[in-house]
């Protein structure tokens, strides 16, 4: 995440500090309110409507898949067995799994990793929608993004420009209203030293 601060702060996104968080963190909190690699489109909707995020969020946000690797076993059932009869999921790219099979044989070592934007994961822009559009998305919630009309009209939108700079005031606009979710005041919680861990 560091990234984006360094991305934003300058101009585009002025980033709210001093979040306060709780104190408390539970994995049991995570169901149903994180997002899995495996969520369809209604599900993805359904969990970003729950903070208030509109399905122009979920895509933008997702965009944020510009950046950094994924684990073989978040993917790994859509090259080996998608429904169970050794297949391949149709909806990805089949050029595509043939190389995230060579990555990501099966069974996959557990510490191996995959770029999630292929050529670009150390770049922040606009490319993740570039290739989400080839169905080279990683993770089923990638795909799904583009079983649904708007979402996959939104995603078009976000790739087709001629640079990054509307997604980049998306991305902005949309990260506030996440960062804004269950945001703590006065003196319950606690301003984390560190974003992943209490104090
Ligand atoms: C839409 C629902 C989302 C799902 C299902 C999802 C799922 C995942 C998964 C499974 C990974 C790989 C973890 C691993 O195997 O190590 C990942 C990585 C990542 N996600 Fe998401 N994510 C979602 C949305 C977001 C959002 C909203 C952001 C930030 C705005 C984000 C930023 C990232 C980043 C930066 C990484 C790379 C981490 C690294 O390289 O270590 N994701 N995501």
């Given at each position: ?71 073989c076993g978040a993917f ?124």
């Amino acid at each position: 995440m560091e990234h984006f601060y360094d991305l934003f702060k300058q101009d585009k996104w002025d980033v709210l500090t001093g979040r306060r968080d709780g104190k408390i963190s539970l994995a049991s909190d995570v169901t149903g309110n994180l997002p899995s690699p495996f969520s369809d489109f209604n599900t993805l909707r359904q969990i970003f409507a729950n903070k208030n995020l509109n399905v122009n969020d979920l895509v933008v946000l997702s965009g944020a898949h510009t950046l950094g690797v994924a684990h073989c076993g978040a993917f790994s059932r859509r090259l080996f067995n998608f429904t169970g009869k050794g297949d391949t999921d149709p909806s990805l790219n089949a050029t595509y799994a043939e190389t995230l099979k060579k990555q990501c044989p099966n069974p996959a070592n557990p510490s191996t990793t995959v770029e999630m934007d292929p050529q670009s994961s150390l770049s922040f822009d606009n490319h993740y929608f570039a290739i989400l559009n080839q169905k080279m998305g990683l993770f089923q919630s990638d795909a799904a993004l583009l079983t649904d009309r708007n979402s996959a009209k939104i995603a078009i939108q976000l790739q087709s420009k001629p640079n990054s700079d509307n997604f980049f005031s998306e991305f902005g606009k949309s990260m506030k209203k996440m960062g804004a979710i269950g945001v703590l005041t006065g003196n319950v919680g606690e301003i984390r030293k560190n974003c992943r861990q209490v104090n």
